[in-house]
């Protein structure tokens, strides 16, 4: 996202790699186990999804018993049945 920010002129370079570098020094948990490999395999074989990284998102919400927020009406529609931990971020 970063990098599409600077393509199009949004920030600079520069901005980016302060951004970067603030994030890399964020306390996240990185998640990779085979367990979340497979679920999210079995829900983007389940819902039909073009690609893996919305499943990843999805397997990784079910597994830890989270919700999932999102503003992404073609994912929604796709999703059906919807998970019941799957909420719609409606933004304006």
Avoid: H
Wanted: overall charge negative; hydrophobic content about 40%.
């Amino acid at each position: 996202m970063l990098r599409k920010k600077v393509r199009l002129g949004l920030i600079t370079s520069s901005q980016a790699t302060g951004f970067y570098d603030d994030f890399c020094q964020m306390p996240v948990n990185y998640l990779d186990s085979n367990t979340v490999r497979d679920k999210t395999w079995y829900i983007a074989e389940r819902f039909s999804l073009a690609t893996l990284y919305d499943a990843a998102f999805l397997a990784v919400s079910e597994l830890e018993e989270a919700e999932f927020w999102t503003a992404d009406q073609s994912l929604l529609n796709t999703l059906n049945p919807c998970p019941e931990y799957v909420r719609f971020l409606n933004i304006p």
